[in-house]
């Protein structure tokens, strides 16, 4: 009896049957637990992606400087050229009138016990020498005497053909060397020179590109413009900072 149940036993297991049971030790096998939530998730963002800015970077400061004069010079006799900080406005409706030129002449303390500035109209030393050479019998000498006044006037301001910074002076007629030799010597001393004034105010005057206008630059010489001569005591060319001696070329 024992045997037939062995053999029957063996025909199970050479059939294939597989039986199901537990392994050992008494490991559980059960399939059913949870799902293991420890691995990398799918939706973070990757570190090595670059977003783009949400906000547009902060305006520049605004332009609270105005401009201001830096240089004034010839290019020929009768055309002037004027330097400034910055790119200024189109300067074609720029009334003429607010530019005038000076002789300017300092003097220290004398015997009045004061200083005191001078300004002349130019006109007064651009004028043609004329020299004649006379012989009376034996006697001959070249005087010299000098011709009428010729004005110094600004007639237009015109922009520059090329720098934004920079705007031309035309003036009514060409200065001459007896002009350049009285500003010359005053400017190698020191003591003045040839200069421009330039008064504001108003709608048609020097401005940068947004508005802000150019300062005054000895605006009494400007204003009292019939007078001739104007002094200052106990002052060295006032509201002429910097002094800025126009360089003469002739």
Known sequence: MLGLRIDHLAALAGGGLVLGGCPGGGQDTDTDTDTDTSGTDSSTTDPTTTLSPTTDPPPPP???????????????????????????????????????????????????????????????????????YNCYDYDCYY???????????????????????????????????????????????????????????????????VGLPLAPRGKTWVVQVNDQQLQVNDAQFPELSPLLPVPCPL
């Not at 530019?99 to 200083?115: H, T």
């Not at 005087?143 to 705007?167: R, S």
């Open 62 to 132: 605004p332009d609270n400087t105005p401009p201001a004069l830096l240089d004034v010079e010839f290019l020929d006799p009768q055309i002037l050229r004027l330097t400034f900080t910055e790119a200024i406005a189109p300067v074609e409706q720029v009334n003429p009138k607010r530019f005038r030129l000076s002789v300017g002449n300092y003097l220290l303390p004398d015997y009045y016990g004061y200083s005191r500035t001078l300004y002349f109209d130019p006109a007064q030393f651009n004028a043609t020498n004329y020299c004649d």
């Open 143 to 209: 005087p010299c005497y000098q011709g009428p006044p010729t004005p110094v006037e600004v007639i237009d301001v015109l922009p520059d053909a090329v720098n934004p910074a920079q705007a031309v002076l035309l003036l009514a007629q060409p200065i001459l060397p007896s002009l350049c030799s009285t500003a010359n010597s005053l400017s190698a001393e020191g003591r003045g020179g040839l200069l421009l004034h330039y008064a504001d105010g108003g709608a048609a005057q020097i401005t940068d590109t």
